[in-house]
């Protein structure tokens, strides 16, 4: 079974900082992150929650499908920056939507996280006769996690949303998923540490391997996570298409998770594709962990730049360290 995507929607806050705002409290440039990011801009909470940007996306999707709120049987929301511990970012989403009910499921895969939640919401159809229409959404505020004293990753993350409603189809699906969890230190963020009435003091250390410090900032290794990235890439998008014997050529349009331009030009040299195959916006958004692939995908539907009957990968890889790919017919 393959899946249809029947509409798909964005919301982006309307706060927006370009590369020189940042000159004003750390030492970079505007030529210094054009030249090595390929960001420009990126939008910023002024503070919009993740569950509101989530729904607001959402509901954007579901009219352009023109489904109502009681026609979608599953949410899959992807984030690492909800809102709550409890409830989840999708039941805030359902919530919002009005599609009470229907069965709401929260992925945490960070920037892998959209290519997960829309797998997962295609295996949901596949199995239960019962669901129409799924909506997949991802929502991220990196910016709350972001360390403004740290000039090596401030200038990299944004917020914002994006959703798309699917339906099944007879067309073509693959998809290749994996993660790589001796990766981890690389590039992580901590939660509250455990605590409670009855823990000695000290309490007992537990070494997880990673790094000291950073509080509950984005901690990232640059040199690990571009090694990874563009290994990651290139194997995602071939373990998905050898599946079906695919020829990775016939894609009519790739649209990577819009980490750094740089990975994505040496990742598409190894997989042997054109630049230009490959759908690019990170110098609008930045980095938005999960968002980044729907807000492309959004933007790319509305400017004509996909077409019925396009063949279209999406491919992430981001924190665990988690990767993968989806090949499906527009």
Not at 283 to 312: F, H, M, R, W
């Amino acid at each position: 079974m393959g899946i249809k995507i029947a509409g798909t929607g964005s919301y982006a806050p309307e706060l927006v900082v370009e590369n020189n705002d940042f000159t004003a409290f750390v030492d970079t440039s505007d030529e210094w992150i054009r030249t090595r990011t390929g960001m420009v801009q990126r939008h910023i909470s002024s503070g919009e929650p993740t569950w509101y940007m989530g729904a607001k996306a959402a509901q954007e999707a579901m009219n352009h499908a023109g489904i109502a709120a009681n026609q979608v049987g599953l949410i899959v929301a992807a984030t690492i920056t909800g809102d709550y511990y409890a409830p989840s970012l999708s039941c805030m989403i359902q919530r919002e939507l009005g599609a009470i009910g229907c069965i709401a499921i929260d992925v945490n895969c960070a920037c892998a996280g959209f290519v997960y939640a829309f797998d997962l919401a295609r295996r949901y159809l596949e199995t239960d006769p019962e669901l129409t229409y799924a909506v997949v959404v991802s929502s991220e505020n990196l910016t709350k996690l972001t360390d403004y004293t740290d000039r090596s990753t401030c200038v990299l993350f944004g917020d914002g949303a994006a959703a798309c409603v699917v339906t099944r189809s007879q067309g073509l699906y693959t998809c290749f998923l994996g993660a790589d969890g001796n990766g981890a230190k690389s590039l992580f963020t901590r939660s509250i540490p455990p605590a409670n009435a009855f823990m000695p003091d000290p309490p007992k250390a537990y070494d997880d391997g990673f790094p000291a410090g950073n509080g509950h900032y984005i901690y990232q290794d640059g040199r690990e996570v571009y090694k990874f990235a563009i290994k990651a890439l290139p194997l995602a998008v071939n373990g998905a298409a050898e599946k079906i014997g695919f020829d990775v050529r016939s894609l009519d349009l790739i649209i990577p998770h819009q980490a750094n331009i740089r990975i994505i030009e040496t990742a598409a040299e190894r997989l042997g594709v054109s630049q230009e195959r490959f759908y690019l916006n990170l110098e609008k958004y930045g980095n938005t962990s999960s968002a980044s692939i729907p807000l492309a995908l959004d933007e790319a539907v509305k400017n004509g730049s996909i077409q019925t009957g396009d063949k279209i990968c999406l491919v992430g890889f981001g924190a665990g360290l988690t990767y993968g790919a989806v090949i499906f017919e527009y």
